[in-house]
């Protein structure tokens, strides 16, 4: 075994541009708090990093959630030429600059790779209707509107919330909350009707039995076909198109180091994210979370970052979340 | 009884001397972290989480835990000594301890602290053992009004039970909250009170503060006034420890007051940090003598660290059952679980035995362990106010310096501190009590989104306090407290005017 390890390590490193690697501690930057789903990815980067020693150096989490993220992304704007900091960034770096107005631009720093994509569900109290159908007549037909969990103001979840009004003409409050983890307790207890948190964030309690996945808000069904409960798998949860509700959103999560970094660097961190995503945990991690795996990386990167931009700038205008 | 069959399982997991050697290299450590003030046991935690990837899960969270332990037992050494409280919820430690330190009776103080929090860790850990699946259900019962009730609850409670002039405590708080303001604001997504500076951006946080208010200015006026640290004559020994022991059975009623206000809040999922204010507080009112309390009074020690340990031990189980983490430490500790892809749930407990009650059992063991330990210590500790102040001055300001730092590595904190020093020197001349100020600053914003969140959800109407039992009764318990003065004096006025009528 440690043979085998030993050798592919040798394999992996091979010195195609080895000029380069860090010499102090590597730090991820969180963009949220701990628990949350970019915690829980950065820990397990950590972990595959470490036990399959895909890097000289110790690896360490800084959780920089606050001011819901935009901490982190001020961290990294003024680190430029520091090669010891990677973000794990999300789609707070189009969002956060629009609707509260921080002097941040994603194109100031370094782009290294995306690594996964997110999925968003809209989930409701297992004792709530069955359907999305069902859902959508019981919100209209209630006397207060249904209200909805989410996480943070005028991000993901309450986009997401808009445009299900727009589509369907059932009315929601949103409930802005600190985490998706609180957003999910806060939906078992009864205290909103629905959340549309990412599948990581309502995993265990799915499990458990005490939500219900409606639908996916995306394209096509996730692919996992692996029992997730007694019953259902990933791949049972039907998508919110043919459930006759057409929206869709899916999330990057896409590492990134400070600008101005050097393109031996920059290769450095390509490579052991490559790594990564070659790893057992990660694609565990994929699985169990959900999460559609990717892997781009220099000009392919740029043109998705860009295209991403444009989509999520619209949403964000056509909501009416971009402050004047 | 299958809690106890499972738990005597627990045990059996724990005692090999693998683990136990672990349990008390982690003590040591998270006493070390405990004492350093602002380093505290968020840092501790963090810093060493990476050292257990390699170990099983079960040894790992042991190891990771009693570092906690460790870490809450030496958060009351350097409240006690300098006037420092490391954790938001040693904060009201400092009243009473401080004050016992300078009057030389140190040891007594420190022997009713680690005395205290071992018993109030003790009842969380029963009730979490026997209670546990009933407590998940309802740590789920707290929505936004929910929570808003109990935060209004400390509040009042502060304002109402407090000794110092209520309109001075009250300014003290609205000052609170006015800074806890600072940020990015959850509910709307906007920025306030941050005038364009990126530093502000992440707000004031609440341990550069305290460390500021209490640890700084305490230094500031040490040097004003006698340039000593009283304490010379703090008498160590054995017997110091068994007469507070002896002089417990007296205060069993503060102590069981505590610890249920403690449970209470602990598993009332983030209401931890409120319990250590409620319970000493409450000593206070129901004391014979309650103008004896912050100037030296034993029982001031025991009904803060009793209620603070049993919520910090009884926080565990949101986090554990529900993954929401009740304190700092115990966020950390969580980003552990997951990394062993231990998902913290309703599933945790069904399907992780081992390890669930490895962690349970590990209390009970971590807890008797960590007593003995900082009780050998305490003469150690306890000597500490016997270097000349000109020496250990600069060692505490450099060490508070490093604490702020620390926490968000911002240098700018450093600043903040100082000026938060100056504030408390302030606040300390004009007679303005610190710990509402500080209580604002911890909980201002949480009640401020339970609020606004209780109002978005029920359409604006204030009648969603009063919506169901729970927040009901805990609202109205609220505004009772409030108007505690008022009402006391209109029955001791009824009461006298019916003896009157009766001679």
Sequence with gaps: ??????????????????????????????????????????????AAIQKNSLMKQPIVVSLKGGASGAEALM???????????????YSLIYMLPLSAKIPFNWRELTPVSVIALDQFVLWDNSAGPKTVKEFIDAAKASSAPFKMGGTGSKREDHVLTVFLEQKTGA??????????????????????????????????????????????????????????????????????????VDVQYLMLRAMFLPGKVTPEQQAFYVDLFHKVTQTAEYKDYMEKQALKPIFLTGKDMVQFLEEDDAVNKSLMTDAGFVAK | MEAFGLLLHGFAVLLTWKTLVLMMLGLVLGIFVGVLPGLGGPNGVAILLPLTFTMDPTSAIVMLSCIYWGALFGGAITSILFNIPGEAWSVATTFDGYPMAQQGRAAEALTAAFTSSFIGSLVAVLLITFLAPMISSFALKFGPPEFFAVYLLTFCSFVGLGREAKHKTVISMSLGLLLAGVGMDTVSGQLRMTFGSSELLRGINFLVAVIGLFGISEILLTMEERLALRGHAASISLRVVLGVWKDLPKYWVTLLRSSFIGCWLGITPGGAIAASFMGYNLAKRFSKDPESFGKGRIEGVFAPETAAHASGTAALLPMLALGIPGSGTAAILLGGLMVWGLNPGPLLFVEHKDFVWGLIASMYLGNVVGLVLVLTTVPIFASILRVPFAAVAPMIVVSCAIGAYAIQNAMFDIWLMLGFGVVGYVFKKIGIPLAPFTLALVLGNRAEDAFRLSMIGSGGTLKVFWSNGLVGSITTLAIVLLFWPLIDRVFTGLRRGLEAAHN
């Design chain 1, 171 to 244: 009315k929601f409050s949103y409930l802005p909350y600190k985490s998706g983890g609180e957003a999910a307790t806060q939906l078992v207890g009864n205290h909103t009707e629905s959340n549309v948190n990412n599948p990581s964030e309502n995993l265990e309690v799915w499990r458990a039995g005490q939500v219900r996945p409606l639908c996916v808000f995306d394209k096509e069904r996730i692919s996992y076909s692996g029992k997730v409960t007694d019953t259902q798998s990933w791949a049972d949860i039907p998508t919110c198109k043919e459930e006759g």
């Design chain 1, 75 to 89: 961290y990294m704007k003024s680190s430029e030429g520091d090669p010891n900091k990677v973000l794990i960034a």
């Design chain 1, 1 to 46: 075994m440690k043979a085998a390890m030993a050798l592919a390590a040798a394999l992996c490193g091979t010195p195609a541009y080895a000029a380069w690697e860090p010499t102090k501690p590597v730090e991820i930057v969180v963009a949220a708090g701990a628990g949350g789903a970019s915690d829980q990815m950065a820990r397990m980067m950590q």
